[in-house]
Each structure stands twice: as structure tokens, then as C-alpha cells.
């Protein structure tokens, strides 16, 4: 099992940047595949990033491509997200979410969830 918190949201005008953190704690977390997730009110979660055990795999959704990098730190059970070029659509609860071993790019297939983190982009 694993316990995810998340930090780094804010407010932030459009163009600018933020870094998100995840902090994991519990046994074997080199084991999980990572996720970044958000959600806006009334709608469905929306996978945007994703890193794989080691690291050495990751996607990011169309949506954010060539914007924001995911990133993991196994010595620190640290996952990161960087977001550049905020626009104001990327407005969103993030959450970082994790499943043991296998990867996917679907939501539902997470098992541990953070509490998540408010980001919000203004014009």
C-alpha cells in the first residue's frame, strides 16, 4: 500500500509555470506506475501523465504534450509534474494517483489516490 500526498498548486497567470509534488510513503514504491490526474467540477478525471516503476517510461496526453513533464525521484519517493505554458483550461484539481506494476492510461485502473492540489491559471 502507499500513501500519496500532493503540494505545489497555486494560483498563476497564463504563460507561467508550476511545479506539483508528490510525496509517497509506504512500502515498495519503486513497484507503482505514477499518474498525474485532474478533474474539473462536473467532470470526469482526466489522466494526463504517467510514469512507469523505473522511470524510464512515461506519456503524457495529447492535451499537455511538449507543456508538462512528469518525472520521479525513487531515492526520495518523489513524483513531480512540471507545467509550462499554463493556459487557463489547464484550470483543475490535480491528483497523483499510483497502481502496482502495470501501467495504464486509464483513471479507473488507479488504486491509491492523494488528497489533490488546486490549480488555478488566470488571464
Known amino acids: 500500500q502507499v500513501q500519496l500526498v500532493e503540494s505545489g498548486g497555486g494560483l498563476v497567470q497564463a504563460g507561467g509555470s508550476l511545479r506539483l509534488s508528490c510525496a509517497a510513503s509506504g512500502r515498495n514504491f519503486r513497484d507503482y506506475v505514477v499518474g498525474w490526474v485532474r478533474q474539473d467540477p462536473g467532470k470526469e478525471r482526466d489522466l494526463i501523465a504517467t510514469?512507469?516503476?523505473?522511470?524510464?517510461?512515461?506519456y503524457h496526453a495529447d492535451s499537455v504534450k511538449g507543456r508538462f513533464t512528469i518525472s520521479r525521484d525513487n531515492a526520495k519517493n518523489m513524483v513531480y509534474l512540471q507545467m509550462n505554458s499554463l493556459k487557463l483550461e489547464d484550470t483543475a484539481v490535480y491528483y497523483c494517483?499510483?497502481?502496482?506494476?502495470?501501467?495504464?492510461?486509464?483513471?479507473?485502473?488507479?488504486?491509491?489516490w492523494g488528497q489533490g492540489t488546486q490549480v488555478t491559471v488566470s488571464s
Open positions: 494517483a499510483a497502481r502496482p506494476l502495470f501501467w495504464s492510461v486509464n483513471s479507473k485502473d488507479y488504486d491509491y
Open positions: 510514469i512507469n516503476a523505473s522511470g524510464c517510461s512515461t
